[in-house]
């Protein structure tokens, strides 16, 4: 099979912080341009030698780190666990791991308890915006260092998604694949829906607000009143029924073209499409490319067209090099952020060899292209709108 090219912009890995402004790099490890592959084991046993010369274990003997998933029967989250506890394994790590069930009473719960048991670290995936100043609170009063996923908690070094990029990148290549399937005087006449997750706060919010953002950037013109948000609840059970409620609005017969915050909510719309008889007027991009969506684009990519990457198998290479940089007394950025590419059905295989790649029947011809001035232009909007995450929006691509 021919190799396809993914669907990059030829740009550096954006950070939320210039390089100008943070330039420390620990044993190999450089927060903001590392690639995501995984240390050796002995460079991970030597990260962690030199961590304890500054910050000996609590428990006078071996490291131990936390790790409060999200909720442990979502595929991306699991992917993050596994990559954490590979790293921690290699490196000699002991690792506690709690299920915040996408509960924030329950993230506070799980957040005492790390206290209780006086681990080293703590890596936090959890989702309600409200509940993360506390839980904040409780760990800078015990003096354990946090790195929050995903949903920024006050005082804990970000990781995760590049949410304007990542957003504006799937919305601005759903775009260009309506187009290339319907035409831009059809594709004016259809409605753009985007799966949300208000629950989580200003920074997610970022990533549908520029999934909306990069939808609308190439389809200048598109009816206002033809976008539709919903409330996804983060699972695609949840997401399936409201886009059933959803697909009652929506005219027969125009087009349908779909996004939403991450793969759990993206197959939940596919699958109301599938449920109603709409798929045939229906596209649909994730985000994430976890292994729902990869399974998504090999499967349904007559649907499931594209699914801008996040890597969560990656995640852990960077976290805990991140987190023993931090206890070897080095400073971290504010955020970092992770790359991102298309995944589309041709080339899924290409990164995720266990799924076929497949040409489905009348699938686009999308000849992408970043639409680089609205990028810009909506970075701009978010910092006048959003000044007090300024240090969480990133830099305009020159």
């Keep these: 099979m021919k190799k396809s090219t993914w669907v990059v912009v030829s740009v550096v890995l954006v950070c939320m912080m210039s390089a100008l402004a943070f330039a420390e790099e620990f044993m190999g490890f450089d927060p903001l341009n590392f690639k995501g592959e995984m240390f050796s084991a002995d460079t991970l046993k030597a990260m962690v030698q030199e961590a304890m010369k500054v910050t000996p274990p609590r428990n006078g003997k071996n490291y131990v780190f936390a790790f409060a998933n999200l909720q442990r029967d979502i595929t991306f989250c699991m992917a993050v666990e596994e990559g954490i506890k590979k790293n921690c394994e290699e490196a000699g790590i002991e690792l506690v791991i709690a299920d915040n069930r996408l509960s924030g009473p329950t993230a506070l719960a799980n957040a005492e308890s790390f206290i209780t ?43 995760g998604v590049n949410n304007p990029y990542a957003g504006f990148l799937g919305g601005s290549y759903l775009a260009q694949a309506a187009i290339a399937k319907w035409g831009i005087d059809q594709v004016k006449k259809g409605y753009l829906v985007v799966g949300e997750l208000p629950q989580s706060g200003v920074v997610p919010a970022m990533r549908t607000e520029g999934q909306v953002a990069g939808f609308l950037g190439v389809v ?15 699972t695609l059970d949840y997401s399936r029924s409201q886009m059933v409620n959803v697909l009652a609005r929506i005219p027969e017969g ?17 699958r109301a499409l599938q449920f109603t008889k709409r798929d045939k007027d229906a596209i649909v991009v994730g985000l994430g490319c976890d292994e729902t969506g990869q399974e998504e684009l090999s499967k349904e990519g007559h649907i499931y067209v594209g699914d801008p990457a996040s890597f969560p198998e990656r995640y852990g290479n960077y976290l805990i090099p991140a987190a023993l ?3 070897a007394g080095h400073s971290l950025p504010e955020g970092i952020f ?6 589309t059905p041709m080339n899924v295989c290409e990164l995720y060899p266990k799924w076929p790649c497949v040409t489905p029947e009348g699938y686009p011809e999308v000849k992408y292209e970043f639409p680089k001035d609205a990028y810009n232009k909506f970075l701009a909007e978010l910092r006048e709108k959003y000044k007090e995450y300024a240090q969480l929006i990133p830099e305009d691509i020159k």
């Design 338 to 343: 992770v790359q991102h590419v298309v995944v």
């Design 220 to 234: 200048e013109g598109f009816p206002k009143d033809h976008v539709i948000l919903f409330d996804t609840k983060n």
């Design 254 to 270: 125009v087009p349908i073209m779909c996004t939403a915050i991450n793969c759990q909510a993206s197959t939940g719309i596919v």
């Design 325 to 327: 940089m931090k206890l």
């Design 117 to 159: 048991r006086n681990v080293d670290f703590v890596i936090e995936f959890q989702t309600d915006v409200n509940f993360g100043p506390v839980i904040m609170q409780k760990f800078n009063a015990a003096k354990i260092p946090v790195i929050a996923i995903d949903i920024p908690m006050p005082g804990a070094t970000f990781f």
